[in-house]
C-alpha cells in the first residue's frame, strides 16, 4: 500500500448472494465482480442482521443490532446521537462522501416542525456529506438529467414502467424508456467518477450505493433481455403456496404483500404463472448485470489513476431478495435467501486472494473492519466484530457460532398485514432468527409457535412441533437469549465515571 489510504465502499440493493456463489451464479452476468472475488477475500455465509432497506442500511453503518438501534422500519427515525461508520471516520480525519443514499429517517427532536427533512425516509446518515442525491423515491438530479436529453414523462413513476411500442401493453421484458447510457445506475456512476477525477493525490472515503436490483424490475436495452429465462431453473419452492402457508401463519401475510405484479410498475395483471416467475427473474439478473457494467467502470478507474493498490474495496449489500422461492418475494420473509447477501473485500496488500471464507460474518461487521483498516478504534456501541483478522487468514478462537438476525413486521399508524392477520400489537410484531449449522431458529415476540428450519430435500421446512427436535429447539432459544443478553446496547455500558474522571473499557 502507498501512502494514500483510500475508502470504497459499494453497497448494492437487495442482491442475493447466490448470484454469486450459488444456484443463479451460472446465469448471473456479474465478470467484473467475480474478478474482484478472485483478487479479493469472499465471506460466503454473510448475512444481514436486518430487514428492509432502513434497518438493514442503519445495522450496516452503525454496526448494531437492530434491538439496539431501534430504526426498525422505513420511516422510522435513527438516534441523532448513534456513533456511525461516518461520524467515527471524521473523528479519524476522513471526509466520508455519500454518492447514492442510506435510506435514513431523521431523528424528529433534531428538526423543527415543519422540516422538509421530516417528509423522507431517504435522508443520509449524519457525518455523510451528500456528494450526489440519488434516491430511490426522489433522485432530482437525474430526473433534470433526463429532461434535459429531452426525455418526456408525466410523473417519477412512468420512468419504472416498461416501454412498450405503440398499440401494445407492456410486458415484463420491455425495456425503459431512457437509453442504458442514461439510466440512474449509468447517471450515478457517471456522477462518481466526475466527482472523483481529481481526487487521486490524496486519501479519500466514497460510500457508493446502486439502486439496482431493487425492483421496480424494469431494465434498460440490452440488459431487459441480457438473460433468457427459459435457461433459468424454477425457484426453490414447495407445490403450491398454500404448501407454504401451512409451514406457519406468518406465511400468508407474507405471501399476500409481496407478488409477482408488486414487483414491477404498469402492469397490474400479472399472474404468479411460471413464464411471469421467470421474466422478472431474468430482468433481476439484467439489471444486477447492468451494475456489475458500472462497477467495472470504477475499478478500471481505479487503475487507470494509480490508485488501485491504495484502495480498500468492500463491496455488499443490504439485503437479499425472495425473487419466486418459496412463492415469495422481496425481502420480509424469514428464509436465508432475504437475509443472505455477498461480501467481497480487497485489502491493499493482503497475501490472501481469491480465497472464501466460510465462517459465520453479520452485516454489522463491516462499520468495525472499515474503521479498524483506517485506524480508528470502533467505538463500544458498535455489535459487529473486525473482519481483518479473517482477511488476513486467521480465525480468532473466540468467532462467532451462529448468526442473528431480526425483523419488524408491523406499522405503528395503521395496522400492518401481518398485524391484521396474526392479531399482534405494533410491540409484538417482530421476529428474530438464530442461524446455527443445520438448523435455524425463528421465534416471535407475540405469542406465536416459534419456526425451527432445517434442510429437507434442498427446502428449510419447519419441524419444531416434532418431538424429536425439542431438545434443539430448548436449546436454541437459551442461545438465542443469551445472545440478546450479552448484546444489549453497550455504548457507554463500558464507561465509568471515577474519581480520576470518566474511564472506559474496550468492548473488543
Not at 483478487?39 to 437492530?66: E, K, M, W
Not at 429531452?150 to 431512457?178: C, I, K, M, N, S
Not at 444486477?288 to 494509480?306: N, Q, T, Y
Request: with cysteine.
Amino acid at each position: 500500500m502507498g501512502a494514500r489510504q483510500n475508502i470504497l465502499f459499494i453497497v448494492i440493493d437487495q442482491l442475493r448472494a447466490d448470484c454469486l456463489i450459488g444456484d443463479l451464479a451460472a446465469h448471473a452476468n456479474l465478470a467484473n465482480m467475480r474478478a474482484l472475488m478472485n483478487d479479493g477475500v469472499t465471506f460466503t455465509r454473510h448475512f444481514s442482521v436486518a430487514n428492509p432497506c432502513g434497518p438493514s442500511r442503519a445495522s450496516i453503518l452503525t454496526g448494531q443490532y437492530a434491538m439496539n438501534h431501534r430504526s426498525v422500519r422505513n420511516g422510522t427515525p435513527l438516534r441523532h446521537d448513534t456513533p456511525n461508520l461516518a461520524t467515527e471516520l471524521r473523528r479519524a480525519g476522513h471526509l466520508p462522501l455519500l454518492f447514492g443514499y442510506t435510506d435514513t429517517s431523521p431523528d424528529p427532536r433534531n428538526y423543527p416542525a415543519g422540516d422538509p427533512a421530516l417528509t423522507s425516509y431517504e435522508m443520509p446518515m449524519p457525518g455523510f456529506d451528500e456528494a450526489v442525491e440519488m434516491r430511490l423515491e426522489r433522485s432530482m438530479p437525474w430526473r433534470g438529467y433526463l429532461r434535459s436529453k429531452g426525455y418526456e414523462f408525466d410523473e417519477y413513476a412512468d420512468l419504472y414502467v416498461p416501454d412498450a411500442p405503440p398499440g401494445r401493453a407492456p410486458r415484463v421484458d420491455d425495456p425503459t424508456l431512457y437509453a442504458a447510457a442514461d439510466s440512474d445506475t449509468a447517471f450515478l456512476t457517471d456522477s462518481f467518477l466526475s466527482h472523483m477525477a481529481d481526487q487521486t493525490n490524496e486519501g479519500w472515503c466514497a460510500h457508493l450505493t446502486y439502486i439496482r436490483p431493487h425492483p421496480p424490475l424494469v431494465a434498460p436495452a440490452p440488459y431487459n433481455r441480457l438473460v433468457d429465462p427459459a435457461t433459468l431453473p424454477l425457484p426453490q419452492r414447495l407445490g403450491t403456496p398454500e404448501d407454504e402457508v401451512a409451514q406457519h401463519p406468518f406465511f400468508r401475510p407474507s405471501l399476500a404483500t409481496a407478488t409477482p405484479a408488486s414487483m414491477v410498475h404498469g402492469i397490474a395483471d400479472l399472474p404468479a404463472t411460471d413464464a411471469n416467475v421467470q421474466a422478472l427473474r431474468a430482468v433481476y439478473l439484467g439489471l444486477a448485470a447492468e451494475v456489475d457494467h458500472h462497477i467495472g467502470r470504477v475499478v478500471d478507474w481505479l487503475k487507470s489513476s494509480g490508485q488501485y493498490e491504495d484502495t480498500l474495496i468492500v463491496l455488499t449489500a443490504d439485503h437479499g431478495e425472495m425473487l419466486g422461492d418459496r412463492h415469495a418475494w422481496g425481502k420480509m420473509n424469514v428464509h436465508d435467501t432475504a437475509f443472505h447477501t455477498p461480501l467481497i473485500v480487497r485489502v491493499p496488500g493482503n497475501v490472501q486472494r481469491g480465497v472464501q471464507v466460510d465462517q459465520w460474518t453479520e452485516s454489522i461487521d463491516i462499520a468495525p473492519t472499515i474503521l479498524e483498516w483506517a485506524g480508528a478504534v470502533p467505538p463500544n456501541s458498535m455489535d459487529g466484530c473486525s473482519l481483518l483478522p479473517l482477511l488476513r487468514g486467521e480465525v480468532p478462537a473466540d468467532w462467532r457460532s451462529h448468526t442473528f438476525s431480526e425483523l419488524d413486521f408491523g406499522n405503528p399508524l395503521a395496522p400492518s398485514p401481518w398485524q391484521v392477520a396474526l392479531g399482534t400489537d405494533i410491540c409484538a410484531s417482530n421476529l428474530a432468527i438464530l442461524r446455527e449449522e443445520g438448523l435455524t431458529l425463528v421465534e416471535f415476540a407475540a405469542d406465536l409457535p416459534p419456526m425451527l428450519l432445517i434442510m429437507q430435500d434442498g427446502l428449510a421446512m419447519d419441524v419444531a412441533g416434532k418431538p424429536e427436535y425439542a431438545a434443539d429447539l430448548a436449546r436454541m432459544t437459551r442461545t438465542m437469549l443469551r445472545h440478546r443478553m450479552r448484546h444489549m446496547d453497550q455504548t457507554l455500558a463500558l464507561d465509568a465515571i471515577t474519581a480520576r474522571g470518566a474511564e472506559r473499557a474496550q468492548r473488543h
